[in-house]
């Protein structure tokens, strides 16, 4: 019997690949262990979709509905590990990713907020004008999201505005942070090193326990009210080029 893709089902030990996820309702479906390669997932609606142990290599999400969606220990990178999943204008609001190779993956135009996560592979990612944001009244925007322990080394996250966000423990090496917003944000433990700051606001940023070899303060955008610890001060003063002596 053929496969036929609906909302609420269920799919295990499947290749849907050939099927058509052009405007789908998919929405509450369960994937388990499932291989999705080269699907173009054109508007489809996949709002409290739960994808465990699944493949989706060089899938293409456009104008999707991936609300509350659950990916946990996904593969989204191809087999060379060299192209990534695109997420083109999509909805991820409050969706939640655990686990996964995102390398090289794509989020362009697309609603995050409240997108949680934690312990990803984001190497070579690119987050171009996503929008971590929502607005609650004509002048009330607030931002949320999380990168919690992800490996985001040499990620384009240029002008990214995440303030108050959470990247604690995240690998941000050799990243690009140009005009990116992070004020207030959690980055305790995160690794810094060689990332791209130039124009970055991280003023009340707490990076206490961070990597900040490198890191040059006078570069910065905003930088009041930074939280860090006393062994870091020494490195943060050596990279403007001041000479500290013990005593």
Same mark, same amino acid.
């Given at each position: 019997? *053929? ?6 089902? %269920? ?12 405007? +789908?309702?998919?929405?509450?479906? $369960? ?12 508007? !489809?609606?996949? @709002? ?15 104008? *999707?509905?991936?609300?509350?969606? $659950? ?14 999943? =695109? ?21 362009? %135009? ?15 990612? *690119?987050?171009?004008? &996503? ?9 009330? $925007? @607030? ?11 040499? *990620?384009?996250?240029? @002008? ?17 942070? $140009? ?20 124009? =970055?606001?991280? !003023? %009340? ?15 910065? &955008? ?9 062994? @870091? ?5 050596? +990279? ?5 002596? +013990?005593?």
């Amino acid at each position: 019997m *053929a496969t036929e893709l609906k909302a609420g089902g %269920r799919f295990v030990d499947l290749d849907l690949s050939d099927l058509d996820w052009t405007d +789908a309702d998919l929405t509450d479906a $369960v994937f388990e262990n499932c291989t999705l390669r080269e699907v173009q997932a054109q508007g !489809a609606a996949l @709002q409290g979709a739960r994808f465990t142990g699944c493949r989706l290599i060089r899938c293409r999400f456009a104008h *999707a509905d991936l609300r509350e969606a $659950v990916f946990e220990a996904c593969n989204f990178a191809d087999d060379a590990g060299h192209i990534g999943a =695109a997420f083109a204008f999509c909805r991820l609001e409050e969706a939640r990713l655990r686990k996964c190779d995102l390398s090289f993956a794509r989020f362009e %135009r697309s609603s995050l907020w409240g997108v949680e996560m934690e312990a990803c592979n984001l190497r070579g990612s *690119a987050f171009v004008r &996503a929008d971590f944001s929502r607005a609650f009244g004509r002048n009330i $925007v @607030q931002w949320a999201g999380a990168l919690k322990g992800c490996n985001l080394e040499l *990620a384009d996250l240029t @002008q990214l505005r995440l303030p108050t966000g959470d990247l604690n423990r995240s690998s941000l090496r050799e990243a690009v942070l $140009v005009d990116a917003d992070l004020e207030g944000a959690d980055l305790r433990e995160c690794d810094l090193f060689q990332a791209l700051t130039v124009g =970055a606001k991280l !003023a %009340r940023a707490d990076l206490r326990g961070a990597e900040v070899s490198g890191l040059n303060l006078s570069e910065l &955008a905003t930088l009041q009210g930074m939280k860090i610890t006393l062994d @870091q001060q020494y490195r943060l003063l050596n +990279a403007m080029g001041v000479d500290v002596h +013990a005593e």
